[in-house]
């Protein structure tokens, strides 16, 4: 049965992709569905927090 | 298209049908969509549509249109039939679709196109106008005035307060730029300006006007007000004629009760407050202009602005990012000082310099890149403009546009796009349609034919074709 889901489509490298991952295996609140190794499907309200968390880790990185 | 129609498009679309059949009562409402709403080929559409009594079979409207342009038709069609202008009947085996006008749409342009009726919908002009003295600097400076106030009380809302003269905007138009998001009011830090109030800050008037007017509309049922009263009679204050008066008499109680709000947005303005008329000002008669006009309510608001003192150009910027304004608007400082480090201020001029810093700021407030660089080529010092027509290169030096851009980069190391995902295919026939037909009405942006997925910006129009398979 074809299912429709809203979301927001992000293209990323690789790298990034498994970051984002990473981050949602704490609470499963960020994707909608993974795509390939350079897409994902993230819930739209999430956004905004899923790009502070990759920022929090790119200032630990640095 | 300009941002503003974006907007209130946007807002528009989201109405149900029943407002559109009540806002189309109005011939003035009409009109406005129809010549503001509409590309060229809806509007073919629409023309051809008008005065014909039985409803057109889709495959005759087809004859009309290029076979290679298939994608305009579907996206004219498409936006007449959300903004409700026209119906399609739909899809069955035994009679081919037919497209008709919806009827309130129909009599209200009709009306309009060719006068007639008693509906007041564009104003009733007032005699005494000529007593009052009021000519169009005059309204200008006044709608200037109150424009200015707002944004002065947006800009002030940064930690780096400066205040400008005046006595800001009414504490109706504070609540209301409270509940936009554009300010608010923090628990610790006091006021403060917003992502959304930030790039609020650096569109064109005209749109600027719309979003605020939209926030209005958004807000005018807390108010009391019926927002479709609000639309359509902003739509009928769009088609005024600006340094008349027209009679308060002929409007409704509502839209008396609007008319305050419009004076504090600088929209309307009123002699007296028992005077029996009022007089729109610049910024309402070009609500619903097209885009031709929409710059010269530009060109008009840098006439105004220049006779008060801050000249059309005045921003000087040179390979090293240094950045000379001359200017003493403490507007135009605070909006400069967004995204530049500024150093010093001396009587007419400030003078500082774009940073990596102090575009990450920007950034991190959510203005793009492409903001900051439009901001800055549309307000070009003459002298910037005269020398790069001399050498015929770009008005800003392409080094600084360019290391803008990739400050803005150097943090989007995703690309994130709004839309749905269709999945779970029941077969690849099924899923090859769908997916082709995606393509050509060019919402789709990704796939993958393996796992029969795909990803699209725009749903409705694949909903109804998806309707339409079932059926068959």
Known sequence: ?62 | MSVSTLASFEYLERLPGTTFRRLYQQPSTALAIFRRMLPHLAKTFVMALLYMSKPMPLPDLDLWVNPNSKRERDNALQLLSRLHIITVTAPSRDDPQTITLTKNFTESLRLALTGGGDHNSFGVPSNDSVAENVDLAFLDEYARDQWEGILHYVVNSVGEAMRGGGQGPTDAVKKLLEAGKLVTTGRHSGKGITQAGFSFLLQEVNAQVWTLLLLWIENAEKMELDSVEVLSFLFMLGSLELGRAYSKDTLTDSQRQMLPYLIDFGLVYIPRPSSGHFFPTRLATTLTSDASALRSVSAGFDAASSAAGGAKGFIIIETNYRLYAYTNSPLQIAVLSLFTRLKARFPNMVSGRVTRKSVGNAISHGITSDQIITYLSTHAHPQLVKSSALHGGPVLPPTVVDQIRLWQIENERMKATPGFLFKDFENAKEYEGCVRYADEIGVLIWRNDVKRMFFVTRVEQLRDYIKSKKIK
């Open chain 1, 1 to 62: 049965m074809l299912r429709i889901y809203p979301g927001v489509l992000v293209q990323c490298d690789p790298s990034i992709k498994s970051i984002i991952v990473k981050i949602d295996n704490e609470e499963h609140a960020f994707i909608v569905e993974e795509l390939d190794d350079q897409t994902l499907v993230i819930k739209e309200n999430m956004m905004t927090t899923l790009k502070m968390k990759l920022d929090e880790v790119d200032a630990f990185a640095a």
